[in-house]
């Protein structure tokens, strides 16, 4: 009996040791929020600081227009740019630059031009308030016109190698300037071109008509459309000009001959306009399709480029229904088709 009172209080001590051992803190839970933490010896993460610097530019992030204009060396741009006041537009959003070379510019008359509002007016010219992404304009068939900051459009034209594909072996124009390079930058694109643009080349009143009647070389063509009644030919076209030189070395009385018929006129005006925008950087040996129906036989060399038996002595005379390029020579008179133009005296086509 007393054996097994013996055990029992054993069983009893053991039991409350138990007990004591497996429970979960002698602290109460005020208590244990007060209990410095013995086993993370690690330092954790530091929460961000809204208040820090912001973080650095990635290595590899576009830069801005004016920065990739000096990278490119063209600082006669940026200057004029200055100059004009424009420097704020170059820093705005969604930007497109038409941006002649330094060359480009020492040729034409703007790098001294002293009058800021004719600056400013030619340098908006070159800029337009949203991107031409080269891939919108890889998609041009032909040719588009896009508004700039100036006011007047623009012409882009695109030319293909014939069986290369959209994304290889284009040539592209800005109203006949050649583009060069083309970049991206974080607040827009840039389009290096080889000449300085001038604003009256799409300007409304600048017609084919218009540049015939302003050149003095040019005054017995633009008598024989006055003649014809022709005011506007209302589709892109490419027009190889004669000059009063080319008509005078004609045989004796071919002149009058073609001025004494209305027909002869419109035969001669179908057989040198040719359909579509054709700008030099354009042109290519082959056949060109003409306005009669029929072709001339186009020919580009290290001599210089001829059109049948004429020779191109001056080109990219942009207007607001295409270009003019001038020769040397009057190229005889191509047999008509019935879809031939300029068959009637009329004054709108």
Not at 36 to 46: D, G, I, K, M, V
Request: contains cysteine; glycine residues 6%; hydrophobic residues 40%.
């Amino acid at each position: 009996m007393k054996l097994l009172i013996l055990i029992a209080s054993i069983s009893v001590v053991v039991l409350a040791a138990s007990t004591v051992a497996y429970t979960p803190s002698r602290y109460s839970p005020e208590q244990r929020r007060q209990q410095p933490s013995s086993t993370a010896h690690y330092r954790t993460p530091a929460q961000p600081s809204y208040r820090s610097d912001p973080a650095p530019a990635p290595v590899n992030a576009p830069k801005d227009i004016s920065a990739l204009l000096k990278e490119n060396g063209l600082t006669v741009v940026l200057d004029l740019m200055a100059k004009a006041g424009l420097s704020e537009t170059l820093n705005g959003p969604e930007l497109t630059i038409w941006a002649p070379t330094n060359e480009a510019f020492a040729a034409s008359e703007l790098k001294n031009l002293n009058d800021v509002d004719l600056l400013k007016n030619v340098l908006s010219y070159h800029l337009v308030s949203f991107k031409n992404d080269p891939k919108e304009i890889s998609s041009i068939q032909y040719e588009l016109s896009v508004p700039t900051l100036q006011g007047e459009n623009v012409r882009i034209s695109v030319y293909r190698k014939k069986g290369v594909s959209f994304a290889f072996g284009e040539t592209v124009t800005i109203n006949g300037a050649l583009v060069l390079k083309t970049q991206r930058a974080s607040n827009g694109i840039i389009y290096i071109i080889d000449r300085v643009l001038d604003p009256k080349d799409l300007a409304f009143k600048n017609t084919q008509m218009e540049v015939l009647r302003n050149t003095k070389e040019f005054s017995i063509i633009y008598k024989m459309f006055e003649d014809l009644g022709i005011t506007l030919i209302n589709r892109p076209k490419t027009f190889f000009a004669p000059t009063n030189a080319a008509f005078e070395a004609l045989p004796a009385g071919a002149l009058d001959a073609i001025f004494a018929s209305q027909d002869e006129i419109g035969k001669l005006i179908n057989t040198h306009t040719a359909s579509g925008t054709h700008y030099s950087r354009g042109l290519v040996s082959g056949p060109v399709p003409v306005f009669s129906g029929s072709n001339l036989d186009l020919v580009v060399s290290p001599n210089g480029v001829t059109v049948d038996n004429a020779k191109i002595i001056g080109v990219d005379l942009t207007n607001t229904e295409g270009v003019i390029h001038v020769i040397d020579a009057v190229i005889p008179n191509k047999p008509e088709t019935p879809s031939a133009m300029c068959t009637a005296p009329v004054k709108n086509y």
